[in-house]
């Protein structure tokens, strides 16, 4: 009796390289569409990395980064040692917080609004309204702001109606981060809210119609239905606005900053700039520049963990 035994046929996979080629093969359309885009972010985003070895250098122009001499960790240690340090990390953290805690939430609260207004015109209308302070140049915004709070400014007339004293309100320091978080919400609230209107078109209508037989008001269903509903979009982000927490816009802190409120203005782009492009001292501002990089990738990585645990929804 003769046993045949099978032979087990081993199909091999086609390598990585293969595959590249077919799937260029079948989309190079598409291939050739996305081309202009990697060139732009190698261009500008990936190849200026190189420079951060400015930042261990004592850089200069002239010599450039392959003749500059080195200093180490010189540049970190005087950041880290000066009395700017800690003035710079408390005012970007509390001007960043605000933010966080006034500005975020606003979006949402528009588009939620929007999205329970029936009257196309009148919704089309306050888009309209709320969209267009996003489109004026950072310039002309700053110098409306500077006629609003000054002496004679609008603002500044409505708020001695209430017994505040007849000032240039940039002046006082206390009054910088609240015009700031003001203006920002201003200036960008129809903008941002774009994303949580597409997210609401998102959201099943059924569940809106069950919510209603089961006595639910608007109030309710937004609560359970509209809330829970684009709540991924939220974390997502609320995660990249953790990501950027130290980075302060600073071209609108440098136009509405003076030398009376510098104290609470100064963060640590505006240092950076100032440092950099001002007292040309082009290593150190480097490496103020890579520590904030730094910092803001573990503030991302933290907060793209901890939501991954808490909520299931991630970048990464």
Known sequence: MRFMQKQKTTVRKPGFGSRAKLDFLKNWQLYIMIFPIIVYFFLFSYLPMSGVVGAFQDLSPVLGITGSPWVGFKHFQDFFGSYYFWRLLSNTLLLSLSILAFSFPCPIILAILLNEVRGKGFRRAVQTISYLPFFISMVVICGLIKNFVGMDGIVTRVLMLFGMPQQNLLANPAMFRPIYVISDIWQNIGFQSIIYIAALSGVNQELYESASIDGAGRFKQTIHVTLPGIAPTIIIMLILAIGGLLSVGHEKVILLSNTMNREAADVIQSFVYRKGL?????????????????????????????????SETSLF
């Open 278 to 310: 001002i007292e040309a001292n082009y290593g150190y501002s480097t490496a103020v520049g890579l520590f904030n990089s730094v910092a803001n990738t573990a503030l991302l990585l933290l907060a793209n963990g901890i939501s991954r645990k808490v």
